[in-house]
């Protein structure tokens, strides 16, 4: 079993809602990431917290806000999202950074998102 | 070129049967090298390492070579739980970014 955590495991919003999806790994990683996959796609990534600091955002709408308040927990705040954001969001942790060798991305079982 | 590209599917195989998986990758550089097993509806997960000694873990062994810069995984006696994506996993240097193949979708049948 995973030992990346995600809540909730299912969430339909409308696109004046506000949410947020949270997340908690308890391996002592160094590393958070959001992910977002469509169906029949590999998983895109979005966001990559080290040491509790953004250190990577791709371009991703402001309408998607990360936040890591502290070394073990990462949340993903949604506001005013489009139908077409649907999708399985996933959380993810690693030791360190994952260019190095051995560094290995562990996936949380993500969260269903659903936007009408 | 896409960094990495792998095998285009479905591969629809019997069940007892051996399968196998290519997978390329562009960046000479890269150090980390995984495949990932997703089932219908579920976060990928680490199927297995992949080492420039090649490694085997029960029925899959996975092996590396760094001069052509393919990875590849074998999947002998399917069996029908095999049935899933296997996507292939690898590490850009120096950095956090993990670049994921499309995937190739297997079906073993019985």
């Known amino acids: 079993d995973t030992e990346v955590t995600q809540t909730p495991k299912h969430l339909v919003m409308g696109m004046t809602n506000k949410k947020s999806l949270k997340c908690e790994q308890h391996m002592g990683h160094r590393a958070m990431y959001w992910y977002k996959q469509k169906a029949k796609k590999p998983p895109e990534l979005m966001f990559v917290y080290s040491y509790e600091k953004l250190s990577i955002n791709e371009s991703v709408p402001s309408r998607f806000s990360p936040e890591c308040p502290n070394s073990s927990l990462l949340n993903l705040h949604l506001h005013a999202l489009q139908p077409e954001d649907s999708a399985l969001y996933l959380c993810a942790s690693s030791q360190g950074p994952t260019g190095g060798a051995g560094n290995t991305i562990y996936f949380g079982e993500g969260s269903w998102l659903t936007v009408v | 070129r896409k960094e990495v590209e792998q095998d285009p599917g479905p591969f629809n195989v019997p069940e007892g049967a051996t399968v196998a998986f290519n997978c390329t990758y562009s960046n000479s550089a890269s150090q980390s090298f995984f495949w990932y097993r997703q089932d219908c509806r579920k976060e990928p997960k680490l199927l297995m390492s992949v080492y420039s000694s090649g490694n085997e873990d029960g029925r899959f062994t996975a092996q590396l070579n760094r001069a052509s810069q393919y990875i590849s995984l074998l999947i002998r006696d399917s069996k029908l739980s095999d049935s899933a994506t296997y996507l292939c996993?690898?590490?850009?240097?120096?950095?956090?970014?993990?670049?994921f193949g499309a995937g190739t979708r297997l079906f073993v049948k019985a």
């Open positions: 996993v690898v590490n850009k240097p120096g950095g956090f970014k993990t670049i």
